[in-house]
């Protein structure tokens, strides 16, 4: 009997099975890479979203404060502040004004000379 | 293994790989044959182009002040096919929108699966929304990035800035002109929805990036537009014109430094504005220029070499009659230079200018100030103007179109012509657009000066220069516009308003001033028009009466914004003038009398 069953017993080839395990193996870590890396993708994806949301929400809001300075800071806001009394400027008379370059002087004394404007020199004080 | 056993295997096997031949056959059917129909299918079903708008480009004044720039606002659409609730939907958009409910319903009940609900919302209230629709889980609601329009300066320039329309495409002004530049180049996105709406963004298709609009740099100065704003507002109220205009140039270069109109409007309550305030008076009106057009006859005449500055020419003692009609002057002049014929202003001077060089010429040398065609100012809607051929002309024809008649001008073509004089007889193309750059600051296109062509000699421009001079001193009709410490070259003008039915409107008349400052080397040409000014008194509607003295006050403040240097020996001459020579001094006293009676105190 012993005889027998020793004869018909099926061996093992240990090379062949180390291969298929190390196949099998290889194949399952190949799915789960696979499914993990998928989720992964999608993880980041999310995460990319959230990102450009987020720079989204940023350049809106640089936009708006871009948009409220430029507001604040358009010559027609200022000049209106300037008559509420908000800004105090003081305009530089024309004797507080020195200049470096010596006037031209008229050679003909014959030429037409302009009038002065009394109204307009009045009000440049 | 017996062969009933081996035959029940074989069925088995050949059942199985059958049974699987079909499933692989179907699945190259459904995957190879069928692949682009079913991709299809599933693009229109699931795959949504999402465009991604570009940013419109700013405009900005010649010191980069903003003129019209951009603030982020979102648009509020519906898909009523991924609608959870469409009845808690529509309370709140009812609620946060202010939008009707029965408005909302029909809308969200048409079943389309693009549906805009609200624009121009702002980024504020849109985030509000955004999370009180996350908080009741509500879904089919989205919101679109957008951006609106804002002017910051309100009414300052609107007429050459314009504004843009619902899909943000410019129609008016320079943001029509420069539509190609400043639109931008929209971008675009293929993205894959989930069940929820959300997006899958693994499964992003194809992209691209928007290109953003660029940036338009004007050749206005908002210091000086600013200078001119005020005093034709002060002007308005002071004389309530019908219209007015007041242009400022660079005769060297053709840029625009301040352009403004009345009657105006603000642009940002364009939808509030009426036709007649959103007109660009400075190139689509036309008038008859009056006086100011003189500088043309003696400029053909001079630069003909018919005649010299000095030629004497005999004024008829105030009243000519030539071809059947009388031509009158508005004072007895006897025998007058060309100089004089522009410094006093005389009809029948100019008339006699014109018939030197006879129809022909004169008429070439009008065409070649610029006249009867558009200057080619970046701004749309400009028009021709009208000039008749001389074959037109009526026998009295050339003696009236020299004082201004029976031709149709913008005030642009006027400043332009002035604009040849001031720069030594060459016509320079008005300009508005300084140059175009992208957001970082490269150089897209810069506009460089164009000139057309020599229209007269240099040597005859400094003569009518030198004659223009006269116009505002003493001697001339435009003392009032004088500036203290400067030279100014100018001339005044007075017609009398067409009536669009034909003939002369009494009493209505379009008075101006045209000049530059300094007028030995020209930094501006400026042009005052008032149509239909109400002057105390009748007798006082001239253009040097009116026009004249609003020139004076731009000029001043245009030349101290500019740190123009005053010629100081002009001012320290006057007291010695007046020492030495007590009649023009006299004359020069009484111009601030008339002044005062003028202003009638209402005047800054």
Known sequence: MNRSRRRNCNTVNAASLARWIVMTVFLALAGLAYVYLTLQLYHLGERRKAVENELALLRTQNDVAAGQIAALTSRTTLQRRLKEGYLKMIPVSESKIVRLTVPARPTDEEAIQPVVNPLAQHESK | MNPSSRTRCVLVCAAFIGLFSIFSFRLIYLQAIKHDEYAGLAAETHVYKQVIHAERGIILDANKEVLAHNVPVE???????????????????????????????????????????????????????????????????YFEHDATRIYPNGSMLCHVIGFTDFDHHGIQGVEASMEEYLHGQDGFRFIEHNRAGQEIVPYRGQERDPRDGYQVHLTVDLGLQSIVEDEIDAAMKEYSPQKATIILMRPQTGEILAIANRPNFDLNLRSEAKPEQMKNRAIIDMMEPGSTFKIVAAASALNERKLRLDSQLFCENGLWNYGGSPLHDHRAFGYLSVRDILIKSSNIGAAKLALSIGDQKFYEYIRRFGFGERTGI??????????????????????????????????????????????GGKLVTPRIVKSVTASDGKIISAVSPVVLRQVISPETAKQIGEAL??????????????????????????????????????????VSFLG????DHPEFVGLVVLDDAHTSKPELNYGGLVAGPIFSHVAEKAARYLDLEPHEEIRKAIPVQRVEKPKPAERVRKVPAERIALTDGSRR
Request: glycine share 10%; hydrophobic share 40%; proline share 6%.
């Open chain 2, 75 to 141: 648009t509020v659409v519906a898909d009523a096919t991924l609608l959870s609730d469409v009845h808690a939907t529509v309370n709140l958009l009812n609620a946060e929108l202010e939008i009707p409910s029965q408005e909302l319903t029909e809308k969200l009940s048409s079943g389309r699966r693009y549906i805009v609900i609200k624009r121009e919302l702002p980024a504020a209230r849109a985030n509000a929304l955004r999370e009180k629709l996350h908080a009741g889980k509500l879904r089919g609601i």
């Open chain 2, 378 to 423: 970046e701004l749309p809607g400009e028009i021709n103007g009208v000039i008749r051929p001389p074959q037109t002309w009526s026998k009295i024809s050339i003696t009236r179109i020299p004082m201004g008649h029976e031709v149709g001008v913008t005030p642009l073509q006027m400043t332009t012509a002035m604009a040849t004089i001031a720069n």
């Open chain 2, 469 to 510: 001079r006269g116009v505002v001193s003493d001697q001339g009709t435009a003392a009032a516009a004088a500036v203290p410490g400067f030279t100014i070259a100018g001339k005044t003008g007075t017609a009398q308003k067409v009536n669009p039915h034909g003939g002369y409107d009494h009493g209505k008349y379009v």
């Open chain 2, 516 to 519: 530059y400052l300094p007028a």
